[in-house]
C-alpha cells in the first residue's frame, strides 16, 4: 500500500467515523421529519468507515489481530444506534452513552492493540 492511498484512506475513515457519530447524536435530538436524511447519511457513512477501515487493516496488518473484530463489532453498535435513536426516542440518552462507550472502546483497541 503506498502511502498516498494510506493518507486518503486514513482521512476517509476518521471523517466518516466522526460523521457516524454525529449522525447518531442528531438521530436522538433531530425532529422525526429529519430520519429519511439523517438515516441516508449515516448508512453512507456506514458503508465508508466499513470499506476503508478492511481495506486498511488488510494493506497494513494483512488482516490480523483480533482487536480489528473488537472495531468491527463497534462499528455494527454504531451503524445500528441511529435508526434506535429514532424508533424508541424515550431511551435517547442510553443511546447517547452507548454511542459514546463504542467510540470509545475503537479507539482504545486502534491505539493500545491490547490481542
Known amino acids: 500500500m503506498n502511502p498516498h492511498e ?6 476517509l475513515h476518521v471523517f466518516s467515523a466522526i460523521a457516524l457519530v454525529a449522525t447518531t447524536f442528531y438521530a ?21 468507515v466499513a470499506l476503508t477501515g478492511i481495506r486498511m487493516w488488510q494493506g497494513i496488518y494483512g488482516f490480523a489481530g483480533g482487536w480489528a473484530i473488537v472495531k468491527l463489532f463497534c462499528w455494527l453498535g454504531l451503524s445500528a444506534f441511529g435508526g434506535l435513536a429514532y424508533r424508541r426516542r424515550a431511551q435517547a440518552s442510553l443511546w447517547l452513552i452507548l454511542t459514546l462507550l463504542l467510540t470509545a472502546a ?10
Open 28 to 48: 436522538c435530538a433531530g425532529a422525526p421529519e429529519t430520519r429519511k436524511r439523517v438515516l441516508m447519511w449515516s448508512g453512507i457513512a456506514s458503508l465508508v
Open 6 to 11: 494510506l493518507t486518503s484512506l486514513h482521512f
Open 106 to 115: 475503537a479507539l482504545l483497541m486502534i491505539y493500545v492493540r491490547p490481542f
